[in-house]
């Protein structure tokens, strides 16, 4: 069904506005994909906080300009699915991951993060990115370490003194 002007500037709208939100973006070929699958993905996609859409790449090009992704603009040919992360950088990458495995008919094309372009092959490194909860418990795992070692490190001349009077004490008894 071909758009009217009124609804191919809402497109265009909305998409520049997520995409200037976006932390990451993953285009992929989605042609022979089956409404079931492609509802579960929407499903899925909502869940992890991964905006979704296909659209035209005319509409695409201009919504992404001038945002960090508009160095995708050379590239977008073919019918692509579009997926922003909007909440976490790899969220976009997992749902993408997960669902190739399942159907070989979807195959990432390209990603782009901070303002650089990856080859579709690159979705694996941006899956492997930590989620918020999971980086925040490595930066504090971090930050509590030092604090650890300074503890150990003053408690270590009291535990000594109480394993010399300990090893005195035995061996008067003895």
């Known amino acids: 069904m071909a758009l009217n002007l009124t609804q191919k500037q809402e497109v265009v709208a909305e998409l520049a506005e997520v995409a200037g939100k976006a932390h990451s ?3 992929a070929e989605y042609a022979g994909v ?4 492609m509802t579960d993905m929407r499903k899925k996609a909502r869940e992890s906080g991964v905006f979704l859409k296909v659209a035209k790449n005319t509409l695409v090009s201009r919504a992404v300009d001038n945002t960090d992704y508009a160095v995708i603009k050379d590239e977008l ?5 579009y997926a922003f992360s909007q909440e976490d950088p790899g969220a976009a990458g997992r749902l993408m991951k997960e669902f190739a495995k399942a159907n070989d008919k979807l195959k990432p094309r390209l990603v782009s993060l901070g303002g650089q372009l990856y080859p579709g092959s690159h979705v694996d490194v941006l899956a492997s990115l930590p989620t918020r909860d999971e980086a925040l418990s490595m930066l504090l795992s971090v ?3 030092p604090a650890t070692q300074l503890v150990r490190l003053l408690s270590e001349p009291a535990s000594q003194v109480t394993r010399v009077v ?3 004490g ?3 008894a003895a």
């Open 34 to 37: 089956t409404v079931s699958q």
């Open 143 to 145: 930050m509590v370490q």
């Open 77 to 81: 040919t073919g019918p692509l699915l």
């Open 166 to 168: 300990n090893a005195a």
């Open 25 to 27: 973006l993953v285009a």
């Open 170 to 172: 035995q061996a008067k």
